[in-house]
């Protein structure tokens, strides 16, 4: 199996409302905002970029607890959002809340 991890930090600006798929498992979609500076090449760049991710099951139960604009660390891997679509979306397998009233929340993919 090749790898395939992503790890992104940023804040939460955009999150569905809850739906439960046809087998019961909850699922929420959201937009992760990233703003940071690193290092290419030896030279300074800035990066903006906005992530789409899904989160199913107990992470999509926390999910709905998240207000907007809270700062957060997500952990996950990258497909197409569908078959016919070559975007690619984040599914998140790890989350966690940097600030706010969260406690975190944290589950591994099995």
Do not use: C, W, Y
Not at 44 to 72: H, K, N, W, Y
């Amino acid at each position: 199996m090749s790898p395939n991890a992503l790890v992104i930090g940023g804040l939460l600006q955009s999150l569905s409302p809850k739906r439960v798929t046809p087998a019961g498992v909850p699922v929420v979609e959201g937009v992760i905002e990233h703003q940071s500076r690193q290092l290419e090449s030896g030279l300074d760049r800035s990066v903006e970029v906005s992530v789409p991710f899904v989160a199913l099951g107990d992470l999509a139960q926390a999910m709905t607890a998240a207000t907007l604009g809270i700062s957060l660390e997500a952990t996950g891997f990258i497909a197409a959002r569908s078959a016919k679509s070559g975007r690619l979306v984040l599914h998140v397998t790890e989350i966690r809340f940097v600030e706010g009233n969260q406690d975190g929340f944290q589950t591994q993919a099995s």
